[in-house]
T-cell receptor
Framework: KAGVTQTPRYLIKTRGQQVTLSCSPISGHRSVSWYQQTPGQGLQFLFEYFSETQRNKGNFPGRFSGRQFSNSRSEMNVSTLELGDSALYLC?????????????FGPGTRLTVL | AQSVAQPEDQVNVAEGNPLTVKCTYS??????LFWYVQYPNRGLQFLLK??????LVKGSYGFEAEFNKSQTSFHLKKPSALVSDSALYFC????????????FGAGTRLFVKA
């Protein structure tokens, strides 16, 4: 079974631009979460989606948004990029909606904002 | 609100010696606890989880974790460390009261010296 895939793997943008990152979960997984990983802040929770509904959102500004499609694929968008948005963005999927299931992570998208 | 702490930024251990990576947590309801490992230039991988039941949980690659409710801890252990265990380890918690998010600790870097 194929793992979680994220595209693109690397991205370079300039301040003020916007970016869209894509995540395809493991087949059959309906829950998708997004995280921002930086050396200083560690892994910060962005959002969790289940069956196209956002179930929770982390403490990020409104410039960060996401969505999930009917096939469970998910996208996240960051508008008006800032230098501080440079990070590794990780997507993770889980098989169900329960609290006790582990997450499977993709390789991440490395975003650099110049 | 849920939180998780990994008090050590780095743990150094000699190959063949036992290792412990510490984690403490705080949740409102019953905790669901996880350990993940991140090897260089790779995504996070699930190691093990505690849901309920036995306080000693066994996971991948010979790792195990001990759940202690009174001390609100979930320390990761391995009887004999390998150089290949050198990586970044994350403890994570979800809360049975809902919230639909996983909170990660800051991570502990493990160095195993030959």
């Amino acid at each position: 079974k194929a793992g979680v895939t994220q595209t693109p793997r690397y991205l370079i943008k300039t301040r003020g631009q916007q970016v869209t990152l894509s995540c395809s979960p493991i087949s059959g997984h309906r829950s998708v979460s997004w995280y921002q990983q930086t050396p200083g802040q560690g892994l910060q929770f962005l959002f969790e989606y289940f069956s196209e509904t956002q179930r929770n959102k982390g403490n990020f500004p409104g410039r960060f948004s996401g969505r999930q499609f009917s096939n469970s694929r998910s996208e996240m968008n960051v508008s008006t990029l800032e230098l501080g948005d440079s990070a590794l963005y990780l997507c993770a999927s889980r098989v169900g909606a329960g609290e006790n299931t582990e997450q499977f992570f993709g390789p991440g998208t490395r975003l650099t904002v110049l | 609100a849920q939180s998780v702490a990994q008090p050590e930024d780095q743990v150094n251990v000699a190959e063949g010696n036992p290792l412990t990576v510490k984690c403490t947590y705080s949740v409102s309801g019953n905790p669901y606890l996880f350990w993940y490992v991140q090897y260089p230039n790779r995504g996070l991988q699930f190691l093990l989880k505690y849901i309920t039941g036995d306080n000693l949980v066994k996971g991948s690659y010979g790792f195990e974790a001990e759940f202690n409710k009174s001390q609100t801890s979930f320390h990761l252990k391995k009887p004999s460390a390998l150089v290949s265990d050198s990586a970044l380890y994350f403890c994570a918690v979800r809360d049975s009261t809902g919230g639909f998010k996983t909170i990660f600790g800051a991570g502990t870097r493990l160095f195993v010296k030959a």
